[in-house]
């Protein structure tokens, strides 16, 4: 067959054989739009200068650098959500972006907010997971006034949306785990709650909503107080042991926070696993496994793709965008996981 031509490759990307010349030839006037749809249309021809159009689209790629904050390197979701993010910067076509991860063994408001400051030097962007603090709030302010966006991901920094915010509706997230226990225990009884730390929003706002849930429509159920895990796997499994030998009639365990593994390791090892309704949060290896033995019911989890997603979409429009002062709240749907849908 003949080598396809420069008049082949207009005729495939709906432009003149004039336009097509100016894309090869690197004349500014062109969108970059306009030199993408030249780009795939010659890949897809076979056109011998596609090479030559992606030299001309990497030299048109303005240069960005994001930072993340993100909770310690041995918590499995973080790691995940570092390398979605990772991935979804590379997918990027117009811009040419760096991410650098930050995963914080020390998850102290002091540690927290000195890494967002430190980014802030040389990001345009940077985005946390952090629980509410004078500290970081502070530390958020003062990227913000040096025209530096910072996102909340995970968990809300502020009530008033005046922090931007990529995560779930975590309000919707509690109300709807309580009603996977009114709908799965057989009958009402004692329900214990495991959270990470109140000050971390997307928690308290889990058990506001689940609780709200209870008194509205099961109000039969019991509701223990709430068992501080410190974000930690073995205060989890050690609180959680004590919580289930305390309470041999418990009918559900609700874990809202972190040290979710502890838990589970806990709810094994009282031999509770299948006779104990559970509901916890993130579809991982080891939260698979326990929807499959019987250990947890159900977990809900953030669309990790598209959050990494939008999360670098909010911050390349926060550093482009002239108006940088505009607020972003992106509200992303979760994921509901059974052992008969994983």
């Not at 991901?153 to 997230?173: F, H, R």
């Not at 889990?206 to 429509?217: A, D, I, K, L, P």
């Not at 509701?223 to 989890?236: G, M, Q, R």
């Not at 992303?332 to 052992?339: C, G, K, N, Q, S």
Request: hydrophobic share 40%; glycine share 8%.
């Amino acid at each position: 067959m003949p080598r396809p031509t420069i008049r082949d490759v207009a005729r495939e990307a709906n432009v003149s054989v004039s336009t097509v010349n100016r894309v090869l030839s690197g004349a500014e006037a062109v969108k970059i739009e306009t030199i993408q749809a030249v780009r795939e249309a010659a890949e897809r021809i076979g056109y011998y200068g596609v090479g030559t159009i992606k030299a001309q689209i990497a030299s048109r790629r303005s240069k960005l650098k994001f930072g993340f904050v993100l909770h310690q390197p041995n918590r499995t979701f973080y790691k995940m959500l570092g390398t979605a993010l990772t991935e979804a910067s590379r997918a990027i076509e117009e811009h040419d972006i760096e991410v650098e991860v930050v995963f914080a063994q020390d998850l102290s408001p002091q540690f927290i907010g000195g890494k967002v400051l430190e980014l802030g030097e040389t990001c345009q962007a940077v985005g946390v997971v952090s629980a509410v603090h004078p500290v970081v709030t502070q530390a958020v302010t003062t990227l913000e006034e040096k025209d530096v966006a910072v996102f909340a991901l995970i968990s809300q920094l502020s009530a008033t949306g005046n922090v931007n915010y990529v995560g779930l509706d975590n309000w919707k997230v509690g109300r709807t785990s309580a009603w996977a226990f009114h709908n799965i225990c057989k009958q009402p009884g004692k329900i214990g709650i495991l959270v990470g730390n109140h000050r971390y929003r997307c928690q308290e706002m889990n058990e506001s909503g689940f609780r709200s849930y209870f008194r509205e429509y099961a109000p039969e159920f019991q509701l223990l107080e709430p068992i501080s895990t410190f974000e930690t796997s073995a205060v989890a499994e050690e609180m959680t042991e004590r919580l289930l030998n305390a309470n041999p009639d418990l009918t559900g365990l609700y874990i809202s926070g972190g040290g979710i593994s502890g838990a589970m390791n806990a709810i094994r090892t009282c031999r509770r696993s299948g006779s104990l309704v559970s509901v916890g949060y993130e579809l991982m290896d080891n939260t698979r496994a326990a929807l499959l033995d019987g250990t947890l019911s159900l977990v809900i989890s953030h669309p990790l793709q598209r959050l990494a997603r939008e999360t670098i979409d909010s911050m390349i429009r926060a550093a482009t965008d002239p108006n940088r002062n505009a607020r972003q709240t992106v509200i992303l749907p979760f994921d509901i996981h059974t052992r008969e849908n994983i």
